[in-house]
């Protein structure tokens, strides 16, 4: 079985741009994870999907992050425009239900 | 909210045992979870402790005082090989989130 992937593994972009990060989950789980760690710190908890919807966005940091998972299956989070403190590994975890979140291996975008 | 500790740093030598001691406090608690996470990949799911006492899986164990607001994970007959970034996350009791600790780091000598 497929683990959760993430795309792409690396992105190096300038502040004022915009950055798009993918995660496929696990085949099935409908629950959907986003999770971010910023240099030194802890991984800290962004948003939730349950299917389609936003179960949860009560950490995403402000409104230039976009978070979909339209027709609930891969997701998407976009950064725009990104700022220096953006910087950091975005990682997505999936599950089936309220269990285990399996990770995925993390993008690590760097804002210049 | 969460508040989460754990060692930054602990070394020891090929075939010791080493515990790693995690602490946290919480406003609900549902469950607390072990990841390892060696550079550059995803963190593996290694155990989970929703009742107290402890859990055994081949080398790694977990224990879970859930009144103590204390757990550890105990890896045994250390290898090369698991020298990585260990992970406590605690669940909270309304959402599914998960609260992290900064992780430790073990370093196995040979």
């Known amino acids: 079985e497929a683990g959760v992937t993430q795309f792409p593994s690396h992105s190096v972009i300038e502040k004022g741009q915009t950055v798009t990060l993918r995660c496929d989950p696990i085949?099935?789980?409908?629950?959907l994870y986003w999770y971010r760690r910023v240099m030194g710190k802890e991984i800290k908890f962004l948003l939730h999907f349950v299917k389609e919807s936003k179960q949860d966005e009560s950490g995403m940091p402000n409104n230039r992050f976009l978070a979909e998972r339209t027709g609930g299956t891969y997701s998407t989070l976009k950064v725009q425009p990104a700022e220096l403190e953006d910087s950091g590994v975005y990682f997505c975890?999936?599950?089936?239900?309220?269990?285990?979140?399996?990770f995925g291996p993390g993008t690590r975008l760097t804002v210049l | 909210g969460q508040n989460i500790d754990q060692p930054t740093e602990m070394t020891a030598t090929e075939g010791a045992i080493v515990q790693i001691n995690c602490t946290y406090q919480t406003s609900g608690f549902n469950g607390l979870f072990w990841y390892q996470q060696h550079a550059g990949e995803a963190p593996t799911f290694l155990s989970y402790n929703v009742l107290d006492g402890l859990e055994e899986k081949g080398r790694f164990s977990s224990f879970l005082s859930r009144s103590k607001g204390y757990s550890y994970l105990l890896l045994k007959e250390l290898q090369m090989k698991d020298s990585a970034s260990y992970l406590c996350?605690?669940?909270?009791?309304?959402?599914?989130?998960?609260?992290f600790g900064a992780g430790t780091t073990v370093t196995v000598r040979a």
């Open positions: 975890a999936s599950s089936l239900d309220a269990d285990t979140q399996y």
């Open positions: 085949s099935g789980h409908d629950n």
């Open positions: 996350a605690v669940r909270s009791y309304n959402d599914y989130k998960l609260s």
